[in-house]
């Protein structure tokens, strides 16, 4: 994969820059190489090139976002069901002078963090407890922002015997008539019913190298092809990139990202993305509530339909 291979290149040579003071010669002639390297890498990125950006593991997770967009973050635990599933960060907090509830699924930045999130693969009670906070948030009127990093649902025994297919059937049917603004944030990956829970929403944001699809480009290989052609290719066909998914209407907005994906969220990058959430739910607040309820379920009722 000559995506793979460069950016092992761009390492090496970031760890080079590194190591040298910015006012020796050689320091020059790198960063010229790593700026030539970095341009031809990114500039001209297949569909598959993105699934590969938004599974990196020195992307951004959804733990940092809120840590620079939300204020005085309240956690909130469990399901009061079965128990609390770390997959989810769920809780309230402000968004600017805005009270706000989040629903976030969870990767780790490291294996023993991400063993603790399951990978963010959400089980039920994950699912229970984000319709759990957001009923909360409709009954105070605050506004819910989801943000998504799932590969889908998590698939195992103990998830089926404790109702995934249900957990998600619910969510699907209670966020399409919550009360309140609900804005959808795919981060990264967006796989399946397991991501679909939580983008039933008002307005959805997809960030540039994020991908949102029916499930993995492995599993369609599979599936439709008994693993015949290369995921590469049906990575393209699937049409899963936030450039086809706005084409479509299926996302309203892309999140910019820096060249090569985001790998730490700076000031200026959380001070544009609030303001550009803060605008659009005081947009959403503003309108009836029969306005909200219609447009989110025409906003879904028009998804496949020909323009």
């Known amino acids: 994969m000559i995506l793979e291979e460069n950016e092992k290149k761009i390492s090496l040579l970031e760890q080079e820059l590194l190591a040298l003071d910015s006012e020796n010669p050689k320091y020059k002639e790198l960063k010229k190489q790593l700026d030539v390297l970095k341009n031809e890498t990114y500039s001209n990125l297949s569909a598959w090139d993105r699934v590969l950006i ?5 992307r951004i997770k959804a733990k940092a976002l809120i840590d620079k967009l939300i204020t005085d973050f309240i956690e909130l635990h469990g399901d009061q069901y079965f128990s609390d599933d770390q997959s ?15 629903l976030a699924q969870a990767k780790g930045d490291n294996l023993n963090e991400n063993l603790k999130r399951n990978f963010g693969m959400t089980s039920p009670e994950g699912f229970r407890k984000t319709l759990r906070l957001a ?3 409709e009954k105070f009127k605050r506004p819910i922002i989801t943000i998504v990093d799932t590969s889908g649902a998590y698939p195992g025994k103990g998830a089926e015997e404790r109702g995934q297919a249900r957990a998600i059937a619910q969510n699907l049917y209670e966020f399409s008539k919550l009360k309140t603004p609900v804005v959808a944030i795919i981060l990264s990956e967006g796989g399946s019913g397991g991501a679909l829970a939580l983008t039933v ?7 540039e190298n ?14 439709l092809f008994k693993d015949k052609v290369p995921v590469s290719e049906v990575a393209d066909v699937m049409k899963l990139t936030s450039k086809d998914l706005i084409n479509y209407g299926i ?3 892309i999140i910019a990202e820096p060249l090569g994906g985001i790998r730490y969220v700076s000031d200026e990058f959380a001070n ?9 739910i005081k947009e ?3 309108e009836k509530e029969d306005e909200l309820l219609n447009n989110r379920y025409n906003k879904f009722r028009r998804i496949g339909s020909e323009k």
């Open 54 to 58: 938004a599974r990196s593991e020195k």
């Open 88 to 102: 989810i960060i769920s809780g309230i907090g402000f968004l600017g002078d805005l009270p706000v509830t989040i």
């Open 135 to 137: 009923k909360e948030a």
């Open 201 to 207: 929403s008002d307005y959805i944001f997809m960030f």
């Open 210 to 223: 994020a991908v949102y699809s029916v499930l993995s480009p492995e599993g369609f290989t599979s599936i």
């Open 251 to 253: 996302v309203d907005e």
């Open 272 to 280: 544009n993305l609030k303001e550009r959430l803060i605008k659009k």
């Open 284 to 286: 959403l607040m503003n």
